[in-house]
Nanobody, 122 residues
Framework: VQLQASGGGRVQAGGSVSLSCAAS????????MGWFRQAPGKEREFVSR????????YYANSVKGRFTISRDNDKNTVYLQMNNLKTEDAAVYYC????????????????WGCGTHVTVSS
């Protein structure tokens, strides 16, 4: 499975950015999809996940209420709508695919896309 993330950019605090991740080469509808992020000098952290079976969604506490994950199985694409962005949301965002039931553990995600940068200015 190949994953290609896009949609990053520069935004002012309080603004919005929408990320997309297109998948190819595998059974996308059978994969749970996640978003992770890594800020400079920090470890990669879990942001959000959407399951393959019922579309159940999960969020890190830091983004709950501001970010929304969704998927379109017909387009093999997962999205991350990020609203009310804060400077601490600035990071490289990665999409990943998992066949596991573990939600926030990056080691449960087998397939990773290249990151897309999100910069948030104050």
């Amino acid at each position: 499975v190949q994953l290609q993330a896009s949609g990053g950019g520069r935004v002012q605090a309080g603004g919005s950015v929408s990320l997309s991740c297109a998948a190819s080469g595998g059974a996308f509808s059978r994969l749970s999809m996640g978003w992770f992020r890594q800020a400079p000098g920090k470890e990669r952290e879990f942001v959000s996940r959407i399951s393959w079976s019922r579309g159940a969604t999960y969020y890190a506490n830091s983004v709950k209420g501001r970010f929304t994950i969704s998927r379109d199985n017909d387009k093999n694409t997962v999205y991350l709508q990020m609203n009310n962005l804060k400077t601490e949301d600035a990071a490289v965002y990665y999409c990943a695919a998992s066949e596991s039931s573990f939600i926030g553990n990056s080691r449960a995600y087998v397939y990773w896309g290249c990151g897309t940068h999100v910069t948030v200015s104050s």
